[in-house]
């Protein structure tokens, strides 16, 4: 079993529209990160959530929506794509107040053209 | 969050033991030493944590420095698949806890 996912795996859109990327996990875990990775290979958080409530924002534009339904479930809202977005955007996720690890979803490449 | 230093770069034989260092100088007393490495493509993964006390696992070994500002990494008997980013990360557990990553270490193992 997959602890955390992520679809699409591959994402190819036009610049101007609007996309979601899924992420689930079946850990338990009750916080939730999004991370971006540019082309320079830097990972950087963009948001996290824990118990469904955004804890940090990493002045991340307003163009970017998480969303959290549950504990189990973060989704990534994007809208008015544009090429700079292009970038593998991670998905992860652990228990806040003990110090265990982070688990990360296999990622999804994000291409705007 | 404390700040860490990793070298840019390393190469290992196949078989010998990979020694990744990491330097951590402004560690705070409650701040963990983590390790994670992203092979190609792929999420990053969990290797191993400590405090102070060295820690071994089924993957690697951490050794932390008495002063607790910098670590070692052991992957003891690396192998192809070893090739990857290798990043060192502390920070301590709290209300807005978060891993920052730095550049990482790209560790080569040769045949």
């Known amino acids: 079993d997959t602890a955390v996912s992520q679809t699409p795996k591959y994402l190819v859109t036009q610049m101007g529209n609007d996309k979601s990327i899924k992420c689930e996990q079946n850990l338990g875990h009750d916080t939730m990160y999004w991370y971006k990775q540019d082309s320079k290979k830097f990972l950087k958080i963009m948001f996290s959530y824990n118990n469904k409530e955004l804890i940090i924002n990493e002045t991340v534009p307003n163009r970017f929506s998480p969303k959290s339904p549950d504990k189990a479930h973060l989704n990534l809202h994007i809208n008015s794509l544009e090429l700079g977005d292009s970038a593998v955007y991670f998905c992860?996720?652990?228990?806040?107040?003990?110090?265990?690890?982070?688990?990360f979803g296999q990622g999804t490449r994000l291409t705007v053209v | 969050d404390a700040k860490t230093t990793q070298p840019p770069s390393m190469d290992c034989a196949e078989g010998r033991a990979a020694n990744l260092p990491c330097n951590h100088s402004?560690?705070?007393?409650?701040?963990?030493v983590y390790w994670y490495r992203q092979i190609h493509s792929q999420g990053p993964q969990y290797i191993i944590h400590g405090l102070k006390n060295n820690e071994t696992n089924e993957m690697a070994s951490l050794i932390i420095t008495e002063d607790r500002k910098s670590s070692t990494l052991i992957l003891p008997h690396a192998t192809l698949r070893d090739t990857a980013v290798y990043y060192c990360i502390v920070f301590s557990s709290g209300s807005a806890r978060q891993l920052t990553f730095g550049s990482g270490t790209q560790l080569t193992v040769l045949p």
């Open positions: 992860a996720s652990n228990r806040m107040g003990g110090n265990t690890e982070a688990f």
């Open positions: 402004t560690i705070s007393g409650n701040e963990y």
